[in-house]
């Protein structure tokens, strides 16, 4: 995984390199989505302070908080809104349909 901080926007990248599909769930929203094997998701936040600070879960001004499991991950968005798309920035799904507009530079 590896987190990409630009302005008050935010990328996680998630990838499934296992055998298995593994479950991404994102909360506060409990939104849960398959990664197959060899797939990678594009989890991005925007930050919903002014001067694109984070307000953090364990530590202050993160964006994103993970929890890894064998079969699932969980990420912890710390923005007002997430939306998903795949490695080819081809959007998922969103949260929240205020979210700024969706794709590779948002």
Avoid at 2 to 28: D, I, K, M, Q, S
Avoid at 36 to 54: E, F, I, N, R, Y
Avoid at 67 to 94: E, K, M, P, Y
Wanted: hydrophobic share 40%; charged share 20%; glycine share 10%.
């Amino acid at each position: 995984m590896l987190g990409v901080f630009v302005g008050g926007t935010a990328r996680l990248l998630v990838n499934n390199e296992g055998e298995a599909p593994l479950e991404l769930t994102v909360e506060p929203w409990a939104d849960a989505y398959q990664i197959l094997p060899g797939q990678t998701c594009v989890v991005v936040t925007h930050s919903p302070a002014g001067d694109g600070s984070w307000s953090g879960t364990r530590r202050k001004n993160e964006p994103f908080e993970v929890d890894h499991r064998r079969d699932s991950v969980t990420v912890w968005a710390n923005g007002h809104c997430f939306h998903l798309s795949d490695g080819a920035a081809h959007a998922i799904d969103a949260a929240d349909w205020y979210c700024p507009a969706r794709g590779a530079d948002s």
